[in-house]
């Protein structure tokens, strides 16, 4: 069963970086995509971002002026989300989920379309804060 182990979180000042680490273990070969998504107090849980495992090709649902980036590092089998010029509005749960349906290869701006996705991380809180 794929686990998936997130770390990373924390308040930061408006204005800072923040690094989120989603790390894979147990059957990851079978995904082949890990996706980020965040859910903001009050709002629908929204896709930031999505970083195929296989050719590491990426996907921004919304390109949020560059201050977002998705990495992956095979090795560790562990996907990033680097997240610069942090703004208050990016206050939220962040998660990381794996997906190994065959057809977001083919569509992969399906990839931030959460109900393609059944293996999620514990969730890591992100607080953008003076």
């Known amino acids: 069963q794929l686990q998936l182990v997130q770390s990373g979180g924390g308040l930061v000042q408006p204005g800072g970086p923040l690094r989120l680490s989603c790390a894979a273990s147990?059957?990851?070969?079978?995904?082949?995509?890990i996706a980020w998504f965040r859910q903001a107090p009050g709002k629908e849980r929204e896709g930031i971002s999505c970083?195929?495992?296989?050719?590491?090709?990426?996907y921004y649902k919304d390109p949020m002026n560059g201050r977002f980036t998705i990495s992956r590092d095979n090795a560790k089998n562990t996907v990033y989300l680097q997240m610069n010029n942090l703004k208050p509005e990016d206050t939220a749960v962040y998660h990381c989920?794996?997906?190994?349906?065959?057809?977001?290869?083919?569509?992969?701006?399906?990839?931030?379309?959460?109900?393609?996705?059944?293996?999620w991380g514990q969730g890591a809180q992100v607080t953008v804060s003076e």
């Open positions: 147990g059957f990851a070969n079978d995904f082949h995509t």
């Open positions: 989920a794996a997906t190994n349906h065959a057809h977001v290869k083919f569509v992969f701006s399906l990839c931030v379309d959460q109900t393609e996705y059944k293996s």
């Open positions: 970083i195929s495992l296989v050719d590491g090709k990426t």
